[in-house]
C-alpha cells in the first residue's frame, strides 16, 4: 500500500503550519535547496512478485520507518534501504518502478542492492544477531558468540560489502554540483558506509545515528580486534554521531578511546578528535507522533478491539505491548506477574493480563525458542489461576498496531521491562493513550526511563518480587497518585516529541555546516 495522498486543502494546511514550525525551519537552514540522502536498513517502501511476475508494493514497516517518515513532511527526501528480496532487488534496477510506488512526493525511494548471499551474510550471520545481541547484552558470554572463520567471511564479504554499496548508492544520488551533500545514516547495519562516503565526498555532511543500545567497551572486547576497530573508526568518518542516550553516547566514547588509542576524546565537549576532523557525540532520545498515535488509539477499529477486550477482561488489566524476542524479557513479566497471584491471593479472579506480541526474526533460532518459552510460561499460569473459563493471560499474536494502542488505552498498569532497551516508545505511547489513568512500571535499563523517571514505577529487570510488588502499587494506587504521574509522564512526551528528536538533529547538523564556512578567525571556538 502506498503512502496516502492528501486532499488539497489538507495539504495547504499542512504546509502553512509546517512553514513556520522549528522542525522546518531547523530543515530549511540545514539543506537550503537539497534534497536530504537518508539511509536505512528499512525503506518507505517494500516489494513482493505476483504470480504473473509483477511487483506489488507496499509501505514499509518498523518502528525506524515510522520515525524517519516525519523527516519527509519538511524536505525532500531520498530514501535508501537495503534490497531485501528478490522482488527489491528487481525493483532496484527500475527507478520508474520506484518512483510510480511513492505518491508522496516529498520522497524518492532507491535500492542498495547486493546478491542475496551477501544480504544474508551482513543481516543473516553479522547485524542479527552478532552485533543486536552483543548491543543487548544478550550473549551467554561462557558460551557463545563463537566467532570463527564462517563469521569473518560473513564480515568482511557480506557487512562490509552491503555497507560498499549503501554508500555506493548515495553517492549515486549526490548532485555534481552539489558541494556540501547532506547524508544521515540510521542504525547499526550501517556503521562503515560513512567511511567510504567520505573518502569520495570529504566535503560531505554526514550522520549517524544508533537505535539500539551501546554497551560498555569491556563488552566490545570480547570482539575481534578488527571488527570493533573498523566500527569504531567506521562511525568517526561521521560529522556527528547520535545516540539515544548520554549514557550510550558516553559508552561511544570510551571505546573508541579504548580501541583507537591514536583518537583525541574531550569528554567534556562530547567531541572526537580524528584524522584531521572533530566528530561531535550527542544522544538524541527517539519519541513518537502523539497526534498520529492517538488518532490511530481512537480511530473506529481500536474503539471496536478495546470494547472487545473489555468485555472478556476482568476488573483490572495489566498490559504489555513487544516484539516477540529476548532482550524484552517477557518470561521475567510472566513470572513475576504468577508470583504476585501467589502472594497476594485478593488478587486473584481481579486481574487479567494482555501481552501483545508481534513475531519477530523467526529465522533466527533464538527468538523461536524464546517465543516457546513465553507460550509455556503463560500456559502455566492459566493452568495455576484461570478461573470459570476466564484465562488470566491472553496472548494476541498479532502485529496490529491498532488493537496493541487499545490495549494501552484500557490498561490499569502498563509493564515495560526490558533487559535492555535502546528507547522503548510503548511506555511513551502508554503516556499519551490511556484512559484509565495507566501506571508505567519500567525497566531502569530502558532508554525511555531517563525522561520518565519521575512518573513511572522503577524496576530492576531481573527483580521478580520487585516488579511483582510494583504491579501491585500500580493496581492499588489512589486514583489522584495515578493521575499526577500520568499529567507529567503525558507533558513530557508531548513536549519531547518525534518533532523534537528531528529537529535537534538538523541542528546540530546545520551548525556544523555553517561552522565549516565560517572564516578560519570565526572558528576558534568550540562548537556547542
Same mark, same amino acid.
Given at each position: 500500500?502506498?503512502?496516502?495522498?492528501?486532499?488539497?486543502?489538507?495539504?495547504?494546511?499542512?504546509?502553512?503550519?509546517?512553514?513556520?514550525?522549528?522542525?522546518?525551519?531547523?530543515?530549511?537552514?540545514?539543506?537550503?535547496?537539497? %534534497?536530504?540522502?537518508?539511509?536505512?536498513?528499512?525503506?518507505?517502501?517494500?516489494?513482493?512478485?505476483?504470480?504473473?511476475?509483477? !511487483?506489488?508494493?507496499?509501505?514499509?514497516?518498523?518502528?525506524?520507518?515510522?520515525?524517519?517518515?516525519?523527516?519527509?513532511?519538511?524536505?525532500?527526501?531520498?530514501?535508501?534501504?537495503?534490497?531485501?528480496?528478490?522482488?527489491?532487488?528487481?525493483?532496484?534496477?527500475?527507478?520508474?518502478?520506484?518512483?510510480?510506488?511513492?505518491?508522496?512526493?516529498?520522497?524518492?525511494?532507491?535500492?542498495?542492492?547486493? #546478491? %542475496?548471499?551477501?544480504?544474508?551474510?551482513?543481516?543473516?550471520?553479522?547485524?542479527?544477531?552478532?552485533?543486536?545481541?552483543?548491543?543487548?547484552?544478550?550473549?551467554?558470554?561462557?558460551?557463545?558468540?563463537?566467532?570463527?572463520?564462517?563469521?569473518?567471511?560473513?564480515? %568482511?564479504?557480506?557487512?562490509?560489502?552491503?555497507?560498499?554499496?549503501?554508500?555506493?548508492?548515495?553517492?549515486?544520488?549526490?548532485?555534481?554540483?552539489?558541494?556540501? #551533500?547532506?547524508?544521515?545514516?540510521?542504525?547499526?547495519?550501517?556503521?562503515?558506509?560513512?567511511?567510504?562516503?567520505?573518502?569520495?565526498?570529504?566535503?560531505?555532511?554526514?550522520?549517524?545515528?544508533?537505535?539500539?543500545?551501546?554497551?560498555?567497551?569491556?563488552?566490545?572486547?570480547?570482539?575481534?580486534?578488527?571488527?570493533?576497530?573498523?566500527?569504531?573508526?567506521?562511525?568517526?568518518?561521521?560529522?556527528?554521531?547520535?545516540?539515544?542516550?548520554?549514557?550510550?553516547?558516553?559508552?561511544?566514547?570510551?571505546?573508541?578511546?579504548?580501541?583507537?588509542?591514536?583518537?583525541?576524546?574531550?569528554?567534556?565537549?562530547?567531541?572526537?578528535?580524528?584524522?584531521? %576532523?572533530?566528530?561531535?557525540?550527542?544522544?538524541?532520545?527517539?519519541?513518537?507522533?502523539?497526534?498520529?498515535?492517538?488518532?490511530? +488509539?481512537?480511530?473506529?477499529?481500536?474503539?471496536?478491539?478495546?470494547?472487545?477486550? !473489555?468485555?472478556?477482561?476482568?476488573?483490572?488489566?495489566?498490559?504489555?505491548?513487544?516484539?516477540?524476542?529476548?532482550?524484552?524479557?517477557?518470561?521475567?513479566?510472566?513470572?513475576?506477574?504468577?508470583? !504476585?497471584?501467589?502472594?497476594?491471593?485478593?488478587?486473584?479472579?481481579?486481574?487479567?493480563?494482555?501481552?501483545?506480541?508481534?513475531?519477530?526474526?523467526?529465522?533466527?533460532?533464538?527468538?523461536?525458542?524464546?517465543?516457546?518459552?513465553?507460550?509455556?510460561?503463560?500456559?502455566?499460569?492459566?493452568?495455576?489461576?484461570?478461573?470459570?473459563?476466564?484465562?488470566?493471560?491472553?496472548?494476541?499474536?498479532?502485529?496490529?498496531? +491498532?488493537?496493541?494502542?487499545?490495549?494501552?488505552?484500557?490498561?490499569?498498569?502498563?509493564?515495560?521491562?526490558?533487559?535492555?532497551?535502546?528507547?522503548?516508545?510503548?511506555?511513551?505511547?502508554?503516556?499519551?493513550?490511556?484512559?484509565?489513568?495507566?501506571?508505567?512500571?519500567?525497566?531502569?535499563?530502558?532508554?525511555?526511563?531517563?525522561?520518565?523517571?519521575?512518573?513511572?514505577?522503577?524496576?530492576?529487570?531481573?527483580?521478580?518480587?520487585?516488579?511483582?510488588?510494583?504491579?501491585?502499587?500500580?493496581?492499588?494506587?489512589?486514583?489522584?497518585?495515578?493521575?499526577?504521574?500520568?499529567?507529567?509522564?503525558?507533558?513530557?512526551?508531548?513536549?519531547?516529541?518525534?518533532?523534537?528528536?528531528?529537529?535537534?538533529? !538538523?541542528?546540530?547538523?546545520?551548525?556544523?555546516?555553517?561552522?565549516?564556512?565560517?572564516?578560519?578567525?570565526?572558528? +576558534?571556538?568550540?562548537?556547542?
Amino acid at each position: 500500500m502506498a503512502l496516502p495522498a492528501r486532499g488539497v486543502t489538507e495539504h495547504a494546511e499542512h504546509a502553512a503550519t509546517r512553514a513556520v514550525s522549528p522542525l522546518h525551519a531547523a530543515a530549511q537552514r540545514l539543506l537550503g535547496s537539497r %534534497r536530504l540522502i537518508l539511509a536505512a536498513n528499512r525503506g518507505p517502501v517494500s516489494f513482493s512478485a505476483l504470480a504473473d511476475g509483477t !511487483l506489488r508494493h507496499r509501505r514499509g514497516s518498523g518502528g525506524v520507518v515510522t520515525a524517519l517518515s516525519q523527516v519527509s513532511e519538511h524536505v525532500p527526501v531520498t530514501w535508501i534501504a537495503s534490497a531485501m528480496s528478490d522482488a527489491d532487488r528487481r525493483a532496484a534496477t527500475d527507478p520508474k518502478t520506484l518512483d510510480a510506488a511513492m505518491q508522496h512526493g516529498g520522497v524518492r525511494a532507491r535500492f542498495a542492492s547486493v #546478491p %542475496r548471499n551477501v544480504f544474508e551474510g551482513a543481516y543473516n550471520v553479522i547485524a542479527n544477531p552478532l552485533l543486536w545481541f552483543l548491543q543487548h547484552e544478550m550473549w551467554n558470554l561462557p558460551e557463545r558468540p563463537m566467532i570463527d572463520a564462517a563469521t569473518m567471511r560473513a564480515w %568482511r564479504e557480506g557487512y562490509v560489502a552491503l555497507n560498499r554499496a549503501f554508500a555506493d548508492a548515495v553517492l549515486a544520488e549526490v548532485p555534481r554540483n552539489d558541494r556540501s #551533500p547532506r547524508v544521515m545514516l540510521h542504525d547499526y547495519h550501517l556503521y562503515l558506509a560513512a567511511e567510504r562516503i567520505r573518502e569520495a565526498r570529504p566535503d560531505a555532511l554526514i550522520s549517524h545515528f544508533t537505535h539500539i543500545p551501546w554497551p560498555s567497551s569491556s563488552l566490545w572486547q570480547v570482539m575481534p580486534p578488527v571488527i570493533r576497530e573498523e566500527i569504531c573508526s567506521g562511525m568517526l568518518a561521521n560529522d556527528v554521531v547520535g545516540f539515544q542516550t548520554r549514557r550510550y553516547a558516553h559508552n561511544f566514547l570510551r571505546s573508541v578511546e579504548t580501541f583507537l588509542p591514536e583518537a583525541g576524546v574531550d569528554y567534556r565537549s562530547r567531541a572526537v578528535h580524528w584524522r584531521g %576532523r572533530t566528530v561531535l557525540v550527542r544522544s538524541y532520545p527517539i519519541s513518537i507522533d502523539v497526534g498520529a498515535t492517538r488518532r490511530i +488509539a481512537a480511530s473506529r477499529a481500536a474503539r471496536r478491539r478495546a470494547q472487545e477486550m !473489555l468485555d472478556h477482561a476482568a476488573e483490572k488489566i495489566v498490559v504489555r505491548v513487544d516484539r516477540l524476542e529476548p532482550s524484552k524479557n517477557i518470561i521475567r513479566g510472566f513470572a513475576a506477574f504468577e508470583s !504476585l497471584l501467589e502472594r497476594r491471593p485478593s488478587l486473584r479472579n481481579k486481574v487479567t493480563f494482555l501481552a501483545f506480541l508481534v513475531p519477530s526474526r523467526t529465522s533466527i533460532r533464538e527468538y523461536r525458542d524464546y517465543g516457546r518459552k513465553v507460550n509455556d510460561a503463560a500456559e502455566r499460569i492459566n493452568a495455576r489461576f484461570a478461573h470459570a473459563g476466564r484465562q488470566v493471560v491472553r496472548i494476541y499474536y498479532d502485529n496490529d498496531y +491498532a488493537q496493541a494502542l487499545a490495549g494501552l488505552t484500557i490498561a490499569d498498569v502498563v509493564l515495560v521491562n526490558p533487559l535492555i532497551d535502546g528507547m522503548n516508545l510503548v511506555a511513551k505511547e502508554a503516556a499519551v493513550v490511556s484512559e484509565r489513568d495507566a501506571v508505567i512500571v519500567l525497566s531502569e535499563t530502558a532508554g525511555a526511563y531517563d525522561q520518565m523517571a519521575d512518573g513511572v514505577l522503577p524496576v530492576a529487570p531481573a527483580d521478580l518480587l520487585g516488579t511483582a510488588e510494583a504491579i501491585w502499587s500500580g493496581l492499588t494506587m489512589p486514583v489522584a497518585e495515578r493521575r499526577a504521574r500520568l499529567v507529567r509522564l503525558r507533558a513530557g512526551v508531548e513536549r519531547e516529541d518525534i518533532s523534537w528528536w528531528l529537529r535537534r538533529q !538538523l541542528e546540530d547538523l546545520a551548525d556544523v555546516a555553517e561552522f565549516r564556512q565560517a572564516p578560519a578567525s570565526a572558528t +576558534a571556538g568550540q562548537l556547542r
